[in-house]
């Protein structure tokens, strides 16, 4: 009888292995969900990029007004009549020249 109840306990565990710890086990399963989350925000952080760049798409194609704050804002340039003014830091990094008399 012992060894009916041993043989049939040696077959339960042998079962139970690939359902835990073979290929399409649980702890396979439990990490592919684990990096499909990942790979979900990932996505939804990338769609924002793209809905933010298909914007500036949009208002380039359509509009002047977003071609002028870019040349403005990245090539500093001011129309007729405007004055541009640079307010620069007190740089205390740079050593103060010393003059002799």
Excluded at 77 to 90: A, D, R, S, T
């Amino acid at each position: 009888m012992r060894i009916v109840i041993y043989s049939m306990l040696l077959l339960l565990i042998a079962i139970q292995y690939p359902l835990w710890l073979g290929k399409g086990g649980w702890l396979k399963v439990y990490e592919m969900e684990k990096q499909v989350e990942l790979q979900e925000a990932k996505n939804s952080l990338l769609a924002l990029r793209n809905a933010k760049l298909a914007g500036d798409v949009k208002d380039l194609k359509e509009g002047t007004r977003a071609i002028e704050e870019r040349a403005r804002v990245e090539h500093g340039l001011i129309k007729e009549g405007e004055f541009f003014v640079q307010i620069l830091p007190n740089d205390k990094s740079a050593p103060a020249q010393v003059t002799k008399d």
